[in-house]
Every structure is written in C-alpha cells, then in structure tokens.
C-alpha cells in the first residue's frame, strides 16, 4: 500500500514537472517520496534511527536511514492514521502518549512498517522515540546501536558524542558487511556542507518583511531536510529553494500579500489536513514565517574531523540540553524574524513539547513576543477540537492586532 | 440607530441591544439546545421585540461566542475574549483582571483597564469547572444548579473532592452523599475545586493579583460561592455585574458601535 502511494506521488510531481510546474516545495515533496519508496521496496539495507541520528554518515555507508516519526507524520498527512491509532490502543499503548510513536506501534502491527535490517536509537531528543526504536527492534529481532546524547554541549560532551559516531560505521559495517570509504564520506560531508550553506540562505531570505515562503512552503523543513543531508538529492532540493525565494524577494513577491502579523511555530506543525493556517493568513494576514525547528546553528563540518562536527550539529538542536538553551534557540528565531507572536501546539502527550511551556512563554514575553499555548494533537485528528482551537487563535491574533510591534523602533 | 450583540455559547444564546451612545437597552438570555440556529433566531425576535425594533432598526451586529460564525447579518465575527473584555468595561470599568467561567469554557484575562486583553489563558482540553461541570454536580445533588450558589454558606470546608473530571466527580459526589455527608459540605468542596482550577489559569495571566481591580464573568459568575471561593484562593475581592450572562453580547455590541461609527 505505501509502495503504491510513494510511486503515484512520484509519478504525479513528475508528471506535473514535465508540465513546467514546478515549485521548491514540490522538488522537497519529490525527494520526500523517493525516500519513501526507498524504505518501503525492499530491495535495499533500511534502518530506523532516532531523529539526531547523522543521516549523512549513513547515506555514505549506503543506508536508507529515517527516522520513526516520519511515519506517525506521513500518516497523519495522508489522512491514514486512524486505524494505526485504534491498533496501538487495541495493543494497550496508553492514548496520554504521543501519537507520533503510538502511530509507529499500529503500523508495525498492520505490517505498514518497512522491516529494518538494523536500528539507530538516540537518547534525544525524547525518550518515547527511544522506545519506539527498542520496540521495533524487539518486534523484528534486530540489533540496536544506541546514542547517548549529553545534556550540554561541553567539549567533552561533544567528544563523549563524537565517540559513538567514530564507532558507528563499525557497528553498520558489521550488520551490511560494507566498510565506510574515507573518501566517499568526505564527498558526502562536502555535500552536506553545501546544504548548510543553502539552508542558511533560506532561512536569510524567509526572514525579509514580508517573507516569500508561503504557508506550507517551511513547514517540516528543518527537520526532514536533515534526512537528505549529503545527498545530491538533498542539494537540489535546497538550490530549488533558495532560488525561488531569491527571485520572490528581488520581484517582491511575498508569500502571503499584505501580510500583517508574523508568527513564530514552537516544535512541529499539526501535520493532518486542518483549517486553522489559512484562517489566520484569510482572516487576520497572519503568516507562519518562522519555525523552531528551521535553524541551522552549527559550523560547517570538517572533512578531516567529521564526528566531531557531527557530534556539534546534533547537539545544537533545541530540544538537546536544558530547556534555557531552547529559550535562546527561541528568542533568537524571534527577533531575526521580528515575530509578533508565538504559537507552542504542546503537542499531546510530548514532555518536550509541554514540559517548558511555561518557562518558554515567560520567556519569550520577557523578549517581547507573546505566546499562545494551544492543546493540540499534531498527529491524531480524532482528538482535534476546531471550535476551541480556532477561538483560541482568533482572540490571540485579536490581541497582537492591537499590539505594537516589539521590533519597531 | 440601536446596535445588536448576540453571544452564542454553549449553554445559553444572549443578544443585547444598545442605542446610538452604547447604552443598554434590552437583553435576552435563551438557552442554546441542541440547534443554535432557532436559538439565535429566537434571542434576536425576543429582544428586539422587548425594544420595539425590528431587524431592520438595527445599524449592525456584532456576533461572538462558540457559535459566533453561524449567526447570519453579522458585520464580524469577534471572539468572546475580546467581547468579554470590551463589555466587563462598561459595566465595570477599570477591570484589569477578569475571570469568565462559561459553559464549556473558562478564560482569564489581564486588561489594560481600558477593556483590551493584553493576555489571556484558556482552560485546556478539559472543561472541567466550567457550567456543564456544575450543572453535572447539581443533578448528582438532586437541586437546581440555581440553588448551589449559597448552599455551602456556613460550611465548615471538611469535603476535598479529588478528581474534577465530571464523570469522576459526579461519582464521587454521590459517594459521599452515600457515606452521610453534608450536602453544604459537598457544595463547599465543589466550589473551592473550582476555584483552585480557575487560580491556575489567573496565574498565567497575572502572577500577583494585589492590588488588580478584578471581575468575573459569564453564568458561573451567578454562583456566589464560587464567586467567594475564587476571591478566598485569591485573597482578593471579585466584582460581578448585576447580568454576569450578558457581558460578551454587551461587547459585542459594543464593538458593533464602535466599528460602525468609525467608518
């Protein structure tokens, strides 16, 4: 079923290409489903990681590596995701977890997951990804290699970190019988450099008042592009897009005509079907213009020394060490986009995402920026409540409407 | 020509009538049921009808609520926050902190005094503590949900119920009719839960609460002893309005005015 649905979604962007049209979000969506079907066909070595796995090094070891998250979020945007949640609750996985993960549980149950021939697991950026990694790797009888992330970015954290990437490519090695190519990686990690380079150009134009990404343009970007690090697909992918928003903003087309609120999104968008995005753009000219997780703060990797690097980038994430770091994470991302307000889904049942919502809204108030705290599912829409959602939104954007801008001078 | 606010919640649908100057004219409460359209409908005729007007009379109307968007003629749709907060001013003013606990909603609201939210908060998925919840207790206690409000006066505050879920509570409530229990007791115990519920949500809007001029209100406001509980766990003194139902169609209408004559 999800062979099929990844190589209709190919053929149709394709089809859709050859017909001149063509968007930087559909060349992401492209590389997106080749990923996919690269998962799901079988005819390649697949390993579910946690999200601060380094994909690039994978990709150089020839790996089809993923993250288990993408499926929960694959699910949802595909409108899919029911029965795989009654599955996990039907197993006895409690509703009060995340649903990124039950999602996982119900499609390993329903055969919808692609088997593994290995398993990543990182200790980051939450422990219920972690779980998920053990489990599938109990479910399948596959070996696990797990990451211990420290909880700050000390030099010897970041060692202590850049050991277990040295050691990795032995532990692949051992499970595909393929030894990492020194050379190969460096081509790899030039790749992976460039995308930085890109994606920070990206992210500089994004930020022009008004932006020129429009509203889905940016959403699971930073995350997902982190799969496609090192990748030649990768780089088309982000030259797509700086391209289009480079000529967006010298013809001053903006993503959103006569924007007039901007908003920054904590953690991940609602990932299924919603009307809650285009009722603040229609109704109140309010854009989505900057993400958390859209952020690249780390420097570029050395070709002589890339564990290290590797070891630095994933621990820059904002959700690695204490909650103060993703404050600063946050308020940074809040004054380089001149944000008029702050949007924290508190995904359900994510520790992460509700843990520090007080202190990230008292925060960000002390910058300038409000915060509304919603209590969304991202994932299940059999919990969405439009109704308190949407008045929730709506006096938020009534307020900031009567606000002056904590950026003009 | 007069201005119409009509606030459809989730318990009752409220319209209100102001003339050219905002002041108030006429009010309707009507309970919402199961179809709000023939309850807008119907709070509409009845006021109007209370004032001499007919549709037609009216210069423009403000819709806000849960149901804010199925009330046609509207020149907006505002949300009951903003209402709330426009409409405690005229009958309040000075409010910098107030409390509307609604029927499946409560919301607390830091003002700037002038009647514009600065901040606010929401509960969250859970409508604990709201109309719904007390109506659940008073069919548990066998009373009208009118009767709770003075029902804990004299209580010695010796019942702590300890679970606000509605199904939960509404059990645990009858258990302790069961085991004997003084039914003020049981009424003392409902109300300080909900003010200790609604405290967490004054607190993220207002770490200190000295010294604020505060309100509430929305239907629940009509219960004194919650009213009274809230002001103890604060150690404040609350102010309600004479029609606490009214507040959010009142600004409504308010802002109905104030839009028109600025065009």
Not at chain 1, 159 to 185: I, K, M, N, S
Not at chain 1, 359 to 388: H, I, K, Y
């Amino acid at each position: 079923m999800m062979l099929e649905y990844f190589n209709d979604m190919i053929s149709g962007i394709e089809a859709k290409q050859e017909l001149g049209k063509s968007s930087a979000r559909s060349r992401f969506a492209l590389e997106l489903a080749h990923l996919g079907r690269g998962l799901y066909s079988r005819d390649g070595t697949v390993a579910w990681c946690g999200i601060l796995a380094p994909f690039d090094l994978l990709h150089a070891m020839g790996v089809r590596s993923c993250f288990v998250e993408f499926v929960g979020a694959m699910l949802a945007s595909t409108g899919t995701i029911g029965p795989m949640m009654e599955q996990s609750e039907q197993l006895g996985y409690s509703t009060d977890g995340c649903s990124y993960h039950r999602a996982v549980y119900g499609a390993m149950a329903q055969g919808l997951m692609p088997e593994p021939d290995f398993l990543i697991g990182t200790s980051a950026v939450c422990s219920a990804g972690l779980a998920s990694i053990e489990n599938l790797a109990g479910h399948y009888g596959k070996e696990m290699y797990t990451i211990h992330v420290p909880n700050d970015d000390s030099s010897e954290a970041i060692a202590y970190l850049a050991d277990q990437f040295r050691e990795l490519p032995h532990f692949v090695a051992r499970q595909t019988g393929r030894q990492l190519d020194p050379g190969h990686l460096r081509e790899v990690v030039d790749r992976t450099n460039r995308m930085r380079e890109l994606t920070l150009e990206i992210y500089r134009l994004a930020r022009q008042v008004p932006t020129p990404a429009r509203r889905r343009d940016l959403a699971n970007f930073g995350i997902v592009s982190a799969l496609f690090l090192g990748s030649p697909g990768g780089v088309e992918v982000v030259e797509a897009y700086r391209n289009e928003f480079a000529e967006k903003v010298a013809t001053k087309n903006p993503g959103l005509p006569n924007e007039r609120l901007r908003l920054l999104w904590i953690q991940n968008r609602i990932q299924f079907t919603n009307p809650l995005e285009k009722l603040l753009e229609q109704e109140y000219g309010a854009a989505v213009v900057a993400d958390e997780l859209n952020d690249i703060n780390w420097d570029p990797i050395d070709p002589e020394d890339p564990f290290t690097g590797m070891a630095r980038r994933a621990l820059s994430v904002s959700f690695c060490g204490p909650a103060e770091h993703r404050l600063q994470v946050l308020t940074r991302l809040a004054r380089d986009y001149q944000v008029d307000g702050a949007i924290n889904p508190c995904h359900w049942g994510c520790r992460q995402g509700t843990g520090a919502r007080g202190l990230l809204e008292r925060g960000l108030r002390d910058a300038g920026v409000p915060t509304l705290n919603l209590e969304v599912d991202c994932v299940d829409p059999r919990n969405f409540s439009e109704g308190q959602l949407k008045t929730r939104l709506e006096a938020f954007m009534e307020t900031l409407a009567r606000r002056k801008s904590s950026w003009l001078n | 020509m007069p201005f119409l606010g009509v606030d459809v919640g989730s318990l009752s649908c409220d319209a209100v009538v102001i003339d050219d100057k905002g002041k108030l004219i006429g009010w309707t409460v009507v309970p919402t049921g199961a179809r709000n359209i023939e309850s807008i409908m119907r709070a509409r005729a009845e006021v109007l009808e209370r004032v001499g007007l007919t549709e037609s009379g009216v210069e423009a109307l403000i819709a806000t609520g849960y149901g804010r968007d199925r009330v046609e003629g509207r020149l907006a749709a505002v949300t009951e926050i903003t209402c709330h907060a426009r409409g405690i001013q005229a009958l309040l003013p000075g409010t910098e902190l107030l409390v509307d606990i609604g029927g499946q909603d409560s919301k607390s609201m830091r003002l700037d005094g002038k009647g514009n939210v600065m901040e606010f908060a929401m509960n969250d998925k859970c409508a604990a503590g709201t109309g719904r919840f007390l109506e659940a207790m008073a069919r548990a206690l066998e009373i009208g949900v009118d009767q709770l409000g003075d029902l804990d006066r004299g209580a010695l505050g010796n019942v702590t119920l300890s679970s606000m879920c509605t199904v939960f509570a509404e059990s645990e409530v009858v258990s302790l009719i069961a085991e004997g229990a003084e039914v003020s007791e049981i009424v003392r115990g409902l109300h300080r839960a909900i003010a200790n519920r609604t405290l967490a949500l004054v607190r993220r809007v207002a770490p200190a609460s000295q010294g604020l001029k505060i309100a509430m209100s929305g239907g629940v406001a009509r219960n004194p002893g919650v009213v009274r509980a809230l002001g103890d766990a604060l150690d404040c003194k609350i102010s309600t309005p004479a029609e606490p139902d009214i507040v959010g169609a009142l600004g409504a209408a308010l802002i109905a005015m104030e839009r028109a004559q600025r065009h």
